[in-house]
């Protein structure tokens, strides 16, 4: 079974950034779409951001608004997403996820395989 274990998560202040990280087991890393979904208690699963098989980028303009980098490093079979300037508003569960190939979909259905999610939490 493929694996993805995120790590990074952790207690900010309102203002301050954040870099979680995902290593997978899946090989080759460089076959997958990455991608980075969030869910605060009470909300469906949200989109937050993707980076493709030849680097290309989709960021959900209403979830990220220009904050979030997401980037990956097929050495090291890991995805990043950097989080700047965050608000209380970005505080939930932060999930890693995968699929096969060159991925544009931002649908949680269509995604092949998840992480076990890293708690993000923002205070004012």
């Known amino acids: 079974q493929v694996q993805l274990v995120e790590s990074g998560g952790g207690l900010v202040q309102a203002g301050g950034s954040l870099r979680l990280a995902c290593a997978t087991s899946?090989?080759?890393?460089?076959?997958?779409?990455m991608g980075w979904f969030r869910q605060a208690p009470g909300k469906e699963r949200e989109f937050v951001a993707s980076?493709?098989?030849?680097?290309?980028?989709?960021y959900n303009p209403d979830s990220v608004k220009g904050r979030f980098t997401i980037s990956r490093d097929n050495g090291k079979n890991t995805v990043y997403l950097l989080m700047d300037s965050l608000k209380s508003e970005d505080t939930a569960v932060y999930y890693c996820?995968?699929?096969?190939?060159?991925?544009?979909?931002?649908?949680?259905?269509?995604?092949?395989?998840w992480g076990q999610g890293t708690q993000v939490t923002v205070s004012s």
């Open positions: 996820a995968s699929a096969i190939g060159s991925v544009y979909s931002m649908a949680v259905d269509l995604w092949d395989y």
């Open positions: 899946a090989q080759p890393f460089s076959a997958y779409t």
């Open positions: 980076i493709r098989r030849d680097g290309g980028t989709t």
